[in-house]
């Protein structure tokens, strides 16, 4: 009897799994055409291959936008196109690579989050104590009444005037990033909450 039960539950557990990794596997081609759904609408132009390679899913994502954006930047745009649960389904063990034309998969560059952990506090020390970061940028906001383009071109300008080098700003925003900052105008209200044009998106949004 128990011997029965055994092999009972253990069929029961071999379909179980079956009929879910069948469930949850989509074909190459299912997944890129849901994808290309989920993200022309924004991207009209990107370039979606998916390849199973060695047991692993690899996503490539190809984009002209992306030549300004950090790969961390470029990750956190397309994963807001794509809803949650479907992620959830079909996403969730996948490697993603999101290239610029022209880029090669070890031209992308991240750093990881105990990297970004230990530099984050000297890091903002500097932006908010020794330079006026902050100021700029938010009267470009405020006074100057520029435009966020979704990337960090007002950052970037204002960082090299400080004379901050390229890998230096890798770093910088790569801490901003981490903090909620995805562009010049989520620094301002995300990061450094004290901003004129942060307080001033708070008032409208409390409207
Ligand atoms: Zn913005």
Same mark, same amino acid.
């Given at each position: 009897?128990?011997?029965?039960?055994?092999?009972?539950?253990?069929?029961?557990?071999?379909?179980?799994?079956?009929?879910?990794?069948?469930?949850?596997?989509?074909?190459?081609?299912?997944?890129?055409?849901?994808?290309?759904?989920?993200? /022309?609408?924004?991207?009209?132009?990107?370039?979606?291959?998916?390849?199973?390679?060695?047991?692993?899913?690899?996503? &490539?994502?190809?984009?002209?936008?992306?030549?300004?954006?950090?790969? /961390?930047?470029?990750?956190?745009?397309?994963? !807001?196109?794509?809803?949650?649960?479907?992620?959830?389904?079909?996403?969730?063990?996948?490697?993603?690579?999101?290239?610029?034309?022209?880029?090669?998969?070890?031209?992308?560059?991240? !750093?990881?989050?105990?990297?970004?952990?230990?530099?984050?506090?000297?890091?903002? $020390?500097?932006?908010?104590?020794?330079?006026?970061?902050? $100021?700029?940028l938010?009267?470009?906001?405020?006074?100057?009444?520029?435009?966020? &383009?979704?990337?960090f071109?007002y950052s970037k300008e204002i960082l090299?005037?400080? /004379?901050?080098?390229?890998?230096?700003?890798?770093?910088?925003?790569?801490?901003?990033?981490?903090?909620?900052?995805?562009?010049d105008?989520?620094l301002?209200?995300?990061?450094?909450?004290?901003?004129?044009?942060?307080?001033?998106?708070?008032?409208?949004?409390?409207?």
């Amino acid at each position: 009897m128990t011997k029965t039960r055994t092999i009972l539950t253990i069929l029961i557990l071999l379909i179980t799994k079956l009929t879910y990794s069948q469930a949850i596997t989509m074909t190459e081609k299912q997944l890129t055409d849901s994808l290309y759904n989920f993200i /022309r609408p924004s991207y009209p132009e990107i370039k979606i291959n998916v390849i199973d390679t060695n047991g692993e899913r690899q996503i &490539f994502f190809e984009e002209d936008k992306f030549k300004v954006l950090f790969p /961390r930047q470029r990750y956190h745009y397309l994963i !807001h196109k794509i809803p949650s649960d479907f992620f959830t389904e079909n996403l969730e063990n996948t490697t993603w690579f999101e290239l610029a034309p022209g880029e090669k998969v070890e031209d992308l560059d991240y !750093h990881d989050d105990e990297t970004i952990e230990s530099i984050s506090e000297i890091i903002m $020390n500097i932006i908010e104590n020794k330079t006026n970061f902050i $100021n700029k940028l938010d009267s470009s906001f405020t006074e100057s009444k520029v435009e966020c &383009f979704g990337d960090f071109r007002y950052s970037k300008e204002i960082l090299t005037e400080f /004379r901050f080098t390229e890998k230096e700003q890798f770093d910088i925003f790569h801490v901003f990033m981490n903090q909620g900052g995805y562009c010049d105008c989520e620094l301002l209200y995300n990061v450094f909450k004290e901003s004129e044009y942060a307080k001033e998106y708070w008032k409208n949004r409390n409207k």
